[in-house]
């Protein structure tokens, strides 16, 4: 036998493509993969130029090569190994501070630099709010540069004067940009930079003080590294290096976690337009099963036949990839303006393998999930042409679900999702689709009783649904889930932030006082009495490190990522107190004990000590200021950490840490009429830092409301997946539907009974779809409130409205995919079958 050529082949592929074009599974097959090469570009674009921009800059995140950052100040052993080793070096000094201006007072983020800052990258500024833009420079002494909201908080101009505690700066120019400050995320006050000689004047900065000191290293590879390597036997518990490779934590750390949602959603999209793509491709298998076989009447071999029907899929696959890459590449554009306060202002363009990548993904969802169906075509008998009854050997299910799982893990590689979270995803995923799918399909069982007594275009619509009852619940399921997913978007959007305001009473804390000096003390309190009914007691304050538990170091004894692990990796505040805090409840141990022990005792909060392994009767070892103390768990304490009280992980005994510098924190209510009040209790006490919560937290709904558009925005593509499904559902009952109804038609039934047996089919499925959808919903903030957030859970009644959502939804597409079901020829269809 002469095989045809393969550009015959291919000929023929695209001429039987051409005229299939119209089909409606060659449709939903072609929009599914659509939308999954759309979604995994548009996130494969983000992550890639994300990265690309974290790299570019990397040294430019830190402002240098190295950094040794501390809460205190450098040795002079350790600077002084830096300059032996002719590194450049500069420094700086951060710390949150009131700034007063003649008519306000704003919580300002205050950088105070040497004139050789920053050693990477330039700063940049500008003489008036949106004025031409110069690069360099820095602000000399006597001077400040503030960001352009600073200037509008204090309604003040470029040239007023600011009070920075006790020193008064004249305000030169607007600050635009700072290399080591890589977006907004993190920076939820305005920032004010001034010059590092100024900085003793403001008298801000005491001992106690929460501050952060960074030296500033630039220079050659080597030095650098023999520098890295001098410093660590030098290094205090408070103190850690920082390298250009580390430069990326701002913005990685800050967006890992969104970023790898955001992979899950693209997953989560993938996965369903795979299924689309199953579902149409069994179809498309289906109907040509009599083409197969007249082609192999016509002296086509099994592989040639097998071979025009890939060349056909491939084809429209290799479109579908090409234009939803194409729409990726737009999407990730509208991802990156919804996240804009949150990135660097200047991220590289990615490249082209983002768009490579997200078209190899389509094309291998195409082969793992379309394949298995259609290696059917290639055993279709030839005999087939004049006996219809006649199938092909289906093909093996290992082959079905390899090829399913190998396309599955290929992606998830693709994606670079981690083991536990891809089997958290993928097992949890199963147990709810089996759970609730179960319980659908025994409901729909359930419906048979009802129909005996239902009106005709009911028990036509129920009909269809309990012929094919796993369908029925594999779709509804699917559209159940993405409405689960819009629906925990709504609820939990700002309703956490609103709840836990709400459970506050009206008095409650609306301004923190830290940094209160001990000369200060009784003066600040007694002014305070005056302006707020009830405000909190002054607790001294120790900025410390837990270095070790029972002679252990403490990394040897916390795991990575937990709460104790966060704890010891930077500076606590401590505290003592002879009485236990309102806000606080023993839940182990007692509290002080009149007879003096071999050491001092502490109370530990009870979630911390958990997570550190930490029990009664255990030494702990802290540096605090240089010095090593010891102390012994007496109690575990229950902290309320809602109330806006002071609230501490440590509590000492009193007498253990009063030999040390402190300072000393506040918290109370004043209302919102007392404001010139507050400009002068700031001007009376300089160093007093008021932070004001209601600001933080606007901030913070803020940003969250950014990053929630970002994830619904992103989500859109799950939805338009989960509406593959459905219509690639109602695809692979097209058929049926179609002689189902020419036959009712046949026997008189009007076109009015069908469409609304369509409408009660599709309806039920919808209503089953938004119950499912509720019903997940409220279980999973359930568990949130319960167990992540600690509150008080109520049930939301608005979610009762998505089995309504539901019904339109899935009604609506259903009786538009089904309408050539009403709109065939009775005659014809009769005729053909």
Same mark, same amino acid.
């Given at each position: ?397 290992? !082959? =079905?679900? &390899?090829? /399913? $799982? ?7 590689? %693709? #994606?670079?999702?981690?083991? +536990? @979270? ?11 689709? !089996? =759970?609730? &799918?179960? /319980? $659908? ?7 048979? %009783? #009802?129909?005996?007594?239902? +009106? @005709? ?33 709504? @609820? ?342």
């Amino acid at each position: 036998m002469t095989r045809l050529p393969f550009t015959r082949l291919l000929n023929l592929a695209a001429r039987q493509l051409r005229r299939d074009t119209r089909a409606g599974e060659l449709r939903v097959l072609f929009f599914a993969l659509l939308i999954a090469v759309a979604a995994s570009t548009a996130i494969g674009f983000f992550s890639a130029r994300l990265n690309a921009a974290m790299q570019l800059r990397a040294t430019e995140f830190l402002g240098a090569d190295m950094l040794l950052t501390g809460s205190s100040p450098a040795t002079t052993a350790q600077l002084d190994a830096g300059r032996q080793r002719q590194l450049q070096h500069a420094q700086l000094v951060e710390f949150s501070s009131v700034i007063a201006g003649d008519e306000g007072i704003q919580l300002a983020s205050v950088k105070a630099v040497s004139s050789a800052y920053p050693l990477r990258g330039q700063l940049k500024s500008a003489p008036a709010p949106y004025g031409q833009e110069t690069v360099g420079g820095g602000p000399q002494p006597g001077e400040a540069w503030v960001e352009a909201r600073l200037l509008v908080a204090l309604n003040v101009k470029v040239g007023d004067s600011v009070d920075v505690g006790a020193k008064s700066l004249r305000l030169s120019r607007v600050l635009t940009y700072e290399p080591d400050r890589a977006g907004d995320f993190y920076s939820l006050t305005p920032r004010l930079l001034m010059n590092l000689a100024d900085l003793p004047a403001t008298g801000v900065v005491q001992p106690g003080s929460r501050v952060r000191y960074a030296e500033l290293w630039t220079g050659s590879a080597e030095n650098l590294e023999s520098y890295r390597q001098a410093l660590k036997p030098m290094l205090a518990p408070n103190q850690k290096i920082e390298g250009a490779r580390d430069g990326n934590r701002q913005v990685g750390g800050a967006l890992g976690r969104a970023e790898r949602y955001l992979n899950l959603s693209s997953l989560a999209a993938v996965l369903l337009a795979g299924v689309a793509v199953a579902l149409c491709a069994a179809r498309f298998a289906a109907k040509r099963f009599d083409a197969s076989a007249l082609l192999r009447c016509l002296g086509l071999s099994r592989r040639e036949a097998l071979t025009v029907f890939t060349l056909q899929l491939a084809m429209l696959g290799i479109v579908a990839s090409g234009l939803g890459a194409l729409l990726g590449w737009l999407g990730q554009l509208g991802l990156f303006y919804l996240l804009g306060g949150l990135l660097p202002a200047t991220v590289p363009s990615g490249g082209f393998m983002p768009a490579v990548a997200g078209i190899a993904t389509g094309l291998v969802a195409l082969a793992g999930f379309a394949l298995p169906p259609l290696a059917a075509l290639g055993r279709v008998p030839p005999l087939r042409v004049l006996r219809r009854d006649l199938m092909p050997v289906p093909p093996s299910s290992w !082959l =079905v679900y &390899g090829a /399913a $799982l190998g396309a599955l893990t290929l992606i998830m590689w %693709r #994606l670079s999702l981690d083991l +536990p @979270l891809t089997l958290a995803l993928l097992g949890g995923g199963l147990v709810a689709a !089996l =759970v609730l &799918g179960g /319980a $659908l399909v025994l409901s729909l069982q359930g419906l048979r %009783r #009802l129909l005996a007594g239902s +009106p @005709l275009p009911m028990r036509l619509g129920l009909g269809q649904l309990l012929r094919h009852p796993l369908a029925a619940a594999g779709q509804s399921l699917a559209f159940g889930l993405i409405l689960l997913s819009m629906a925990l978007i709504a @609820l939990l959007r700002g309703e956490l932030l609103d709840n836990w305001q709400q459970q506050l009473p009206k008095d409650a804390p609306n301004y923190f006082a830290l940094n209160v000096l001990p000369a200060d003390k009784d003066a600040f309190a007694a002014q305070l009495s005056k302006l707020s009914p009830h405000p909190a007691p002054l607790y001294p304050v120790v900025p410390g490190r837990l270095v070790a538990i029972n002679g252990q170091g403490v990394k040897e004894v916390v795991s990575k990522d937990s709460t104790g692990d966060r704890a010891v990796r930077r500076d606590l505040s401590l505290t003592w107190a002879a009485e236990l805090p309102v806000s606080n409840k023993l839940v182990a141990g007692t509290w002080w004990n009149a007879e003096k022990t071999e050491l001092p005792g502490v109370s530990i909060e009870s979630k911390l000590a958990e997570s550190l392994k930490v029990k009664l009767g255990d030494r702990l070892k802290f540096n605090v200021g240089g010095l090593d103390r010891e102390a012994q768990v007496t109690s575990l304490r229950e902290v309320d950490w809602d109330t806006f009280q002071p609230n501490f992980y440590m509590i000492f005994e009193p007498g253990t840490l009063q030999d040390l510098p402190v300072t000393y924190l506040t918290s109370f209510y004043l209302p919102a009429q007392q404001e010139q009040q507050l400009v002068e209790l700031s001007r009376a006490f300089p160093a007093v830092t008021l932070l004001q919560i209601e600001a933080i937290l606007a901030q913070l709904r803020s940003i969250l409301a950014q990053v929630t558009l970002a994830v619904e925005y992103v989500l859109l593509f799950v939805l338009a997946a989960g509406l593959t499904v459905l219509f690639a559902g109602l695809q692979a009952t097209l058929d049926e539907r179609i002689r189902q109804g020419a036959l009712l038609r046949a026997l008189g039934a009007e076109r009015k009974v069908l469409q609304r047996a369509r409408l009660a089919e599709f309806g039920v499925l919808g209503v089953a779809s938004g119950l499912l959808a509720a019903l997940g919903s409220e279980l999973v903030s359930f568990l949130l409130y319960r167990y992540a957030f600690d509150m008080a859970w109520a049930p939301h009644w608005w979610l009762l409205v998505l089995p309504l959502i539901g019904a339109l939804l899935v009604g609506s597409a259903g009786v538009i995919g089904t309408r050539r079901a009403l709109n065939a020829s009775p005659l014809t269809v009769l005729r053909e079958g």
